[in-house]
């Protein structure tokens, strides 16, 4: 027989190999972002914990995933209570433990209560979700490393970033564990440059954020001079790095390549402290297959609690997936 309980912060072990795990879930639920509201479903059989699977709850816009336009702006007043498993920063969902049918089926009954559309983020096309609606999410580039990186590349795509990083020769490179405090407020103003400029928005971080994330982090740094212009935040455990955020200032990076090195400098970073692979974050997809990163497909899944909205969501699918400009 099973039973849940509902916790408000992440049980001991929870993802305890992934880069993104207890340490990092919390982290994210501490830094202040009204918009959400966390939670972790944990699953007992015979009082023994076999599950858990992270939530959130947020006011969502069905036009949220559409590029601007007639249509967002049309679709702009429809908004459902959105209960979703997953995690709303993280590009990969995940659930610790047993995601048996069974267990499925008993935490979305606890899902329903939370809200009127249910989903799951940022999984695998063949997650078993009857009823539910799937949707074509983001793709997540990860890029294999090892000592033969540059080698096994074809000569010109090698002669080609040794060019990009050769423009950014000029700025001055550091990199530093954690976030040194007398930086928190430019790195978090050059986010808000990457934020705002980006078509897609689901979350708006907080500075609390790069605070609560600094222990679990990694920093590479970029300097015209005295001034910070560009920063890319790694998280890795294990073999696994992800690139997580970056940000720069866009009046000014154009001059010295610094978007491009910045991607370069992180891949240097993981093959030197020998990462199996990177996650490279999910925007920018040409770039990212000439560094030869493959694309990792990922699916999101809704159901709403009424069968003829429900239905709805099938006839609006495409509504709910990137559009062709957020897969360039």
Known sequence: MLRIEDLAFPPEGFLHDEPEGAEYYQAVQMAGMDDFRFGYFTVYRADRLVTVAPYFVMDFRLNTLLPNGWLKWSLNWI????????????DVGRIHGDASAEIRSAINGELAKKGSLLAYKGFGQDLPLPEFVPAIGLPVPVLQLGQDYYQSMKSDRRNLLKRKLKKSAALRYEECAGLPEHLVARVYQLYLNTYHKAGLKFEKLTPDYFVN?????????????????????????????????????????????????????????????????????????EFKRILGARQLPTWNYYRHTIPLLNWLLGKLRSVLEPSESELR
């Open 213 to 285: 994330t600094s222990a679990l982090s990694h920093y590479l740094f970029f300097f015209l001079e005295d001034e910070l212009i560009g920063f890319t935040q790694l998280i890795g455990k294990g073999q696994q790095l992800v690139n997580r955020y970056i940000g720069l200032d866009y009046g000014k990076s154009n001059d010295y390549g610094l978007y491009f090195a910045m991607f370069i400098r992180a891949i240097d970073f993981g093959i030197r402290k020998g990462f199996a692979e990177i996650e490279l974050g999910a925007t920018s997809y």
């Open 79 to 90: 908004r459902f209570k959105l209960a979703c498993i997953g995690n709303p920063i993280t």
